[in-house]
């Protein structure tokens, strides 16, 4: 069995078998979000799925802290050799005993005059992927999705069409950190209307509640 914890914004804890994997700790995730973790996941450099200086810290204050990122943030962080894997579209990983495949390689267009940067979705287990800021659609089964909600690059029918064409048995939201409580109350009537009647269940998640998959 696995916990999944939802943080701040992107940010997720992932617990099984005594160890902790953590996914995009960025600058809104809160303190403590890197404390206990045994391997970190980033999607990408943008600094809410990024927190360079409390990763830093947090691989110096732990040598055994390792982090499985795409070559643009490996690029960052080379004073920690051996500890930093550079990954790709279609690779696979063991972290912290956690099985991962890696889908996709750009981050959704913002606008076409913005650079467009790399972006790295995980899928964690077989069990649930974590897109990062693109729309990617692994070719592979995904029972539960975290789904972006909120973004400068996201419309409310994609993510409706995203959810669809994922067709997850389970989704949560995340990248939910710019929604005031109004935002946050639409939202949730979203999320109903994307999982429409094929079985699915989408949900947003209070920061710090956890599930069991």
Not at 16 to 42: E, F, H, M, N, Y
Not at 46 to 61: Q, S, V
Not at 104 to 109: C, E, F, K, P
């Amino acid at each position: 069995m696995m916990r999944l914890t939802k943080l701040t914004h992107a940010c997720v804890r992932l617990q099984k078998d005594g160890a902790t994997l953590v996914i995009d700790p960025g600058a809104w995730s809160g303190a403590g979000t890197l404390d206990g973790a045994d391997a970190i996941l980033i999607t990408h450099e943008h600094f809410d799925h990024l927190d360079a200086d409390a990763l830093r810290a947090a691989m110096n204050a732990d040598p055994a802290l390792a982090l499985w990122t795409n070559p643009a943030v490996a690029a960052q962080f080379t004073e920690f050799p051996g500890r930093v894997h550079a990954v790709r579209h279609g690779d696979t990983f063991s972290a912290a005993g956690f099985e991962v495949h890696v889908h996709g390689t750009d981050h959704a267009v913002i606008h076409p005059g913005m650079p467009v940067v790399q972006n790295t979705g995980f899928l964690v287990d077989q069990t649930v992927f974590h897109p990062g800021d693109a729309f990617t659609i692994p070719d592979e089964d995904v029972p539960v999705l975290l789904l972006p909600v909120s973004a400068p690059w996201l419309k409310a029918s994609e993510m409706i069409d995203y959810a669809r064409a994922i067709a997850p048995r389970r989704g949560y939201a995340i990248h939910d950190e710019l929604l005031n409580e109004n935002g946050l109350s639409l939202v949730g009537n979203l999320l109903q209307f994307a999982a429409g009647s094929g079985g699915t269940s989408l949900a947003r998640l209070e920061p710090g509640t956890s599930v069991d998959l």
